[in-house]
């Protein structure tokens, strides 16, 4: 059942007279619905394209009681539990290439389909050139950035996973998922999240409850947190002002986490959010 559909039956329901269905049997059945419709709400959309989801079946969860193991490309993959399935939730890279890719589950191949996405193209200027072509200092420290990003992005840990997300700042989109970027005339990495754009010291809000990992401030990303949402779930907030948390720190859905900033490599006041699945970024209003 879709969110649509879900809507339509309750539509549906409200308009059936006491004649043919009690009260209080209404009263119920809404109930359940919305229960239902809310679980649909706190799943992701699966869009399998390069820098999407794939939500593939991998067992039956009435008779697998506790998660089974997958795989994809050799990494651990988020597995959570829905309408009687236990459903592996991949995280495509942006690099990945359209046809038929594998998960590996107790020993056996399943086969999934990426379908082709082209993004657009977004042309930047910034004024601090060092922030485009690094000298060497700048490019040293860069190398042991990424080693430490690598790690906090490919973290699996055992609880499961909150998949409740909300957004984590007001603002307006001003940079899409995926887009190739050329920065003074230079290209450089796609765009591996949603940009924010709100004024300076506007709250960030954790997007869904779960552990800080990490916080620092990088040579692009600027202030950041990072906060572990179980089972290979990572969200990380970036260029902030201020930081509000610290590493172990237990979150709920909206505790603040920081304030909108423009620290690294950035044009103006924005947050840069990002969502990670099997440590590879992946459109983050795929939760919304």
Not at 111 to 121: A, D, H, I, L, S
Not at 168 to 188: C, K, S, Y
């Amino acid at each position: 059942m879709s969110r649509i559909r879900a809507a339509v039956l309750c539509s549906f329901i409200n308009l059936l007279t006491p004649n043919l269905i009690g009260n209080e049997m209404k009263k119920w059945l809404l109930f359940g619905l919305v229960l239902y419709s809310g679980q649909l709400l706190a799943f992701p959309r699966a869009n399998p394209v390069p820098g999407g989801i794939a939500i593939i079946p991998v067992a039956d969860a009435t008779t697998t009681v506790t998660a089974p193991v997958v795989q994809y490309e050799g990494k651990r993959v988020t597995v959570a539990q829905q309408d009687g399935a236990w459903l592996a939730l991949v995280g495509i890279p942006l690099d990945a290439q359209a046809g038929e890719h594998h998960l590996q589950a107790a020993g056996s191949l399943i086969p999934f389909e990426v379908q082709p996405k082209q993004y657009r193209t977004q042309r930047i200027r910034i004024n601090d050139n060092n922030k485009v072509e690094p000298d060497d200092e700048s490019s040293q420290r860069i190398v042991q950035e990424l080693a430490v990003q690598k790690g906090i992005k490919s973290r699996y840990s055992p609880q499961a996973a909150t998949l409740d997300f909300i957004r984590p700042a007001p603002g307006a989109d001003t940079g899409r998922f995926g887009m190739r970027r050329i920065f003074n005339g230079q290209q450089r990495n796609p765009h591996s999240g949603m940009d924010i754009a709100a004024a300076t010291g506007t709250p960030v809000k954790a997007t869904a409850a779960g552990r800080v990992l990490h916080t620092g401030d990088f040579f692009f990303s600027g202030n950041v947190v990072y906060v572990d949402h179980g089972s290979g779930v990572i969200s990380m907030y970036a260029h902030l002002s201020q930081i509000a948390v610290k590493p172990g720190d237990n979150l709920q859905q909206g505790d603040i986490v920081g304030a909108i900033g423009s620290t690294g490599r950035a044009t103006g006041p924005h947050l840069h959010w990002s969502v990670y699945l099997n440590g590879e970024a992946v459109d983050p209003a795929l939760f919304l």
